[in-house]
């Protein structure tokens, strides 16, 4: 298993646009894929329900959880998507 903390610096969090296009990234992997809140929430990266049921807010630290066979070149592909595609919504 692999992880990285990050800071959500999309200034409307993980609404439903950037939500998505975080689930359409990580259901390309076979990984097990998890966001996981300063509080413990954790939500499966793949469902758009349940990442937004995280209510994961502009500057909110996250944990970005990768596990499985592709483990690395997912949790590389989404810290890029969380870190620059989802900071232009």
Do not use: Y
Not at 36 to 57: F, H, I, M, P, R
């Amino acid at each position: 298993m692999v992880s990285v903390e990050l800071q959500l610096q999309n200034p409307s969090g993980l609404h439903l646009r950037p939500a998505g296009i975080l689930c359409k990234a990580a259901t390309k992997f076979q990984s097990h894929i998890t966001i996981t809140t300063a509080d413990g929430t954790e939500a499966n990266a793949k469902s758009v329900l349940s990442v937004l049921s995280a209510c994961v807010k502009s500057g909110d630290r996250i944990t970005l959880s990768c596990d499985g066979n592709d483990e690395n070149a997912a949790l590389k592909e989404l810290e890029l998507v969380i870190r620059e595609r989802l900071e232009e919504l």
